[in-house]
């Protein structure tokens, strides 16, 4: 059973970056997409970024867009997610989800998630 940990969360000032980490343990992330995605208490968990194992080639949703980069480090099977210019509003937990099939924008295409990383942007 693939059981993913993000980690890297923390309390950041506005403006600030943060590099949040997919890993799991005994496994590599190489074949599997992963997405990240966000949740603040009373909303749906929302999509930010995938990337795919076939192509690598990342897409991103609108919240996503400009500041936050997702890429993969194949030799450690693990990813990353870089955010920068960080705002207030982007204070939610983050998740890293994986699946065997494509990317998808939505929660209830990836078969397998972490428990979260608290981001706190704050000043």
């Known amino acids: 059973q693939l059981q993913l940990v993000e980690s890297g969360g923390g309390l950041v000032q506005p403006g600030g970056s943060l590099r949040l980490s997919c890993a799991a343990s005994?496994?590599?992330?190489?074949?599997?997409?992963i997405g990240w995605f966000r949740q603040v208490p009373g909303k749906e968990r929302e999509g930010l970024t995938c990337?795919?194992?076939?192509?690598?080639?990342?897409i991103y949703g609108d919240s996503g867009m400009t500041r936050f980069i997702i890429h993969r480090d194949a030799a450690k099977g693990t990813v990353y997610l870089e955010m920068n210019s960080l705002k207030p509003e982007d204070t939610a937990v983050y998740y890293c989800?994986?699946?065997?099939?494509?990317?998808?924008?939505?929660?209830?295409?990836?078969?397998?998630w972490g428990p979260g990383t608290q981001v706190t942007v704050s000043s």
């Open positions: 989800g994986a699946s065997r099939d494509f990317c998808s924008a939505y929660a209830h295409g990836y078969k397998y």
């Open positions: 005994g496994f590599s992330l190489n074949n599997y997409a």
């Open positions: 990337i795919s194992e076939y192509d690598g080639v990342p």
